[in-house]
């Protein structure tokens, strides 16, 4: 089992960037297919990006497609999404999500953070 725990979410204005940080306990860390979700007030939870275990596979939902980096450091048990030109309607909690099985890369995953609330101001 590993655990995460969400860090550098904030405010910040539209346009701007913001880096979010998951941190995991566990020293098998890169046995785990890691993503991150969101979900803002009102509405499902919904995929954000997916990275695969060596870090060599992503995949990004389309709202978010040239924007956002997902990306990891498997030496530092720690995975990464760097947000560029945000805009309002990227506000909601990010929460990173991980696996050590197989599936989807939007779903199937086995293991959540607490959530980092990220607010984009117009």
């Known amino acids: 089992q590993v655990q995460l725990v969400e860090s550098g979410g904030g405010l910040v204005q539209a346009g701007g960037s913001l880096r979010l940080s998951c941190a995991a306990s566990g020293r098998t860390f890169n046995d785990y297919t890691v993503g991150w979700f969101r979900q803002a007030p009102g509405k499902d939870r919904e995929f954000v990006a997916y990275?695969?275990?060596?870090?060599?596979?992503?995949y990004y939902a389309d709202s978010v497609k040239g924007r956002f980096t997902i990306s990891r450091d498997n030496a530092k048990n720690t995975m990464y999404l760097q947000m560029n030109s945000l805009k309002p309607e990227d506000t909601a909690i990010y929460y990173c999500a991980a696996r050590d099985g197989l599936g989807a890369p939007t779903s199937d995953y086995d293991y959540w953070g607490q959530g980092t609330q990220v607010t984009v101001s117009s």
């Open positions: 990275i695969s275990r060596g870090g060599s596979t992503t």
